[in-house]
Protein backbone atom coordinates (compact mmCIF):
# COMPACT_ATOMS: atom_id res chain seq x y z
CA UNK A 1 0.00 0.00 0.00
CA UNK A 2 0.86 3.76 -0.67
CA UNK A 3 0.02 6.10 1.43
CA UNK A 4 -0.46 9.61 -0.40
CA UNK A 5 -1.85 12.82 0.83
CA UNK A 6 -4.05 10.99 3.80
CA UNK A 7 -5.34 8.47 1.23
CA UNK A 8 -3.79 4.58 0.78
CA UNK A 9 -3.74 3.45 -2.96
CA UNK A 10 -2.64 -0.07 -4.07
CA UNK A 11 -0.62 1.46 -6.94
CA UNK A 12 0.44 4.93 -8.00
CA UNK A 13 -1.55 4.33 -11.49
CA UNK A 14 -4.91 4.92 -8.85
CA UNK A 15 -3.27 8.19 -7.90
CA UNK A 16 -3.02 9.06 -11.66
CA UNK A 17 -6.45 8.09 -12.19
CA UNK A 18 -7.42 10.29 -9.23
CA UNK A 19 -5.90 13.66 -10.75
CA UNK A 20 -7.46 13.08 -14.22
CA UNK A 21 -10.83 12.20 -13.11
CA UNK A 22 -13.46 14.32 -13.35
CA UNK A 23 -16.22 15.48 -16.27
CA UNK A 24 -13.55 17.73 -17.43
CA UNK A 25 -10.26 17.56 -16.41
CA UNK A 26 -9.02 15.33 -19.88
CA UNK A 27 -10.57 18.00 -22.18
CA UNK A 28 -8.86 20.91 -19.92
CA UNK A 29 -5.70 19.00 -20.16
CA UNK A 30 -5.93 18.55 -24.01
CA UNK A 31 -6.95 21.93 -24.83
CA UNK A 32 -3.81 22.88 -22.85
CA UNK A 33 -1.55 20.35 -24.39
CA UNK A 34 -1.97 22.67 -27.09
CA UNK A 35 -0.64 25.57 -25.70
CA UNK A 36 -1.88 28.46 -23.02
CA UNK A 37 -4.92 29.51 -23.24
CA UNK A 38 -7.49 31.61 -21.35
CA UNK A 39 -10.60 31.19 -19.43
CA UNK A 40 -12.92 32.14 -21.55
CA UNK A 41 -11.40 30.22 -24.77
CA UNK A 42 -12.01 27.18 -22.32
CA UNK A 43 -15.46 28.07 -21.71
CA UNK A 44 -16.15 28.57 -25.75
CA UNK A 45 -14.45 25.20 -26.22
CA UNK A 46 -16.35 23.03 -23.59
CA UNK A 47 -19.94 25.27 -24.18
CA UNK A 48 -21.44 22.49 -21.71
CA UNK A 49 -19.36 22.73 -18.58
CA UNK A 50 -20.85 25.18 -16.35
CA UNK A 51 -18.82 27.98 -14.68
CA UNK A 52 -18.45 26.71 -11.90
CA UNK A 53 -17.65 22.99 -12.50
CA UNK A 54 -15.02 24.35 -15.30
CA UNK A 55 -13.62 26.64 -12.05
CA UNK A 56 -13.60 23.88 -9.76
CA UNK A 57 -11.81 21.42 -12.44
CA UNK A 58 -9.24 24.17 -12.88
CA UNK A 59 -8.71 24.68 -9.39
CA UNK A 60 -7.94 21.09 -8.62
CA UNK A 61 -5.37 20.21 -11.60
CA UNK A 62 -3.74 23.56 -10.30
CA UNK A 63 -3.44 22.67 -6.64
CA UNK A 64 -2.52 18.98 -8.29
CA UNK A 65 0.61 20.46 -9.94
CA UNK A 66 -0.51 19.74 -13.56
CA UNK A 67 -1.79 23.28 -14.54
CA UNK A 68 -0.24 26.86 -14.27
CA UNK A 69 -2.15 29.66 -13.41
CA UNK A 70 -0.98 32.90 -14.58
CA UNK A 71 -2.38 36.57 -13.73
CA UNK A 72 -1.25 39.28 -15.59
CA UNK A 73 -1.51 42.74 -13.81
CA UNK A 74 -3.57 44.69 -16.60
CA UNK A 75 -7.14 45.86 -16.44
CA UNK A 76 -9.67 44.31 -16.74
CA UNK A 77 -7.74 41.03 -15.31
CA UNK A 78 -6.08 38.54 -17.77
CA UNK A 79 -5.95 35.20 -16.88
CA UNK A 80 -4.03 32.39 -18.87
CA UNK A 81 -3.61 28.28 -18.27
CA UNK A 82 -1.04 26.33 -18.93
CA UNK A 83 0.17 22.81 -18.58
CA UNK A 84 3.16 23.05 -16.01
CA UNK A 85 6.10 20.62 -16.45
CA UNK A 86 3.99 17.55 -14.86
CA UNK A 87 1.14 18.50 -16.63
CA UNK A 88 3.51 18.14 -20.06
CA UNK A 89 4.49 14.96 -18.73
CA UNK A 90 1.16 13.63 -18.59
CA UNK A 91 0.21 14.75 -22.22
CA UNK A 92 1.41 12.18 -24.32
CA UNK A 93 -0.60 9.79 -22.19
CA UNK A 94 -3.52 11.68 -22.85
CA UNK A 95 -2.85 11.38 -26.21
CA UNK A 96 -2.42 7.64 -26.17
CA UNK A 97 -5.55 7.41 -23.88
CA UNK A 98 -7.54 9.38 -27.21
CA UNK A 99 -6.07 6.47 -29.88
CA UNK A 100 -7.03 3.73 -27.83
CA UNK A 101 -10.54 5.38 -27.55
CA UNK A 102 -10.83 5.30 -31.45
CA UNK A 103 -9.56 1.95 -32.01
CA UNK A 104 -11.73 0.57 -29.35
CA UNK A 105 -15.21 2.29 -30.57
CA UNK A 106 -13.64 1.08 -34.43
CA UNK A 107 -14.25 -2.80 -32.84
CA UNK A 108 -17.75 -1.69 -32.64
CA UNK A 109 -18.56 0.01 -35.52
CA UNK A 110 -22.22 -0.44 -35.22
CA UNK A 111 -22.99 1.09 -32.44
CA UNK A 112 -20.59 4.60 -33.08
CA UNK A 113 -22.12 7.69 -34.00
CA UNK A 114 -20.02 11.12 -34.60
CA UNK A 115 -21.69 14.23 -33.66
CA UNK A 116 -18.40 16.42 -33.08
CA UNK A 117 -15.83 13.96 -33.39
CA UNK A 118 -12.30 15.67 -32.10
CA UNK A 119 -8.95 14.10 -30.94
CA UNK A 120 -6.80 15.08 -28.70
Known amino acids: MINFRDKEYRCTSEIVLGLISGKWKISILNRLAKGPVRYNELRRELPEATQRMLTMQLR ?33 MLIMLCDFGTNYIENFPDEVLYTNHKNA
Do not use: N, T, W
Open 60 to 92: MLESDGLIIRKVYPVSPPKVEYCLSQLGEQLAP
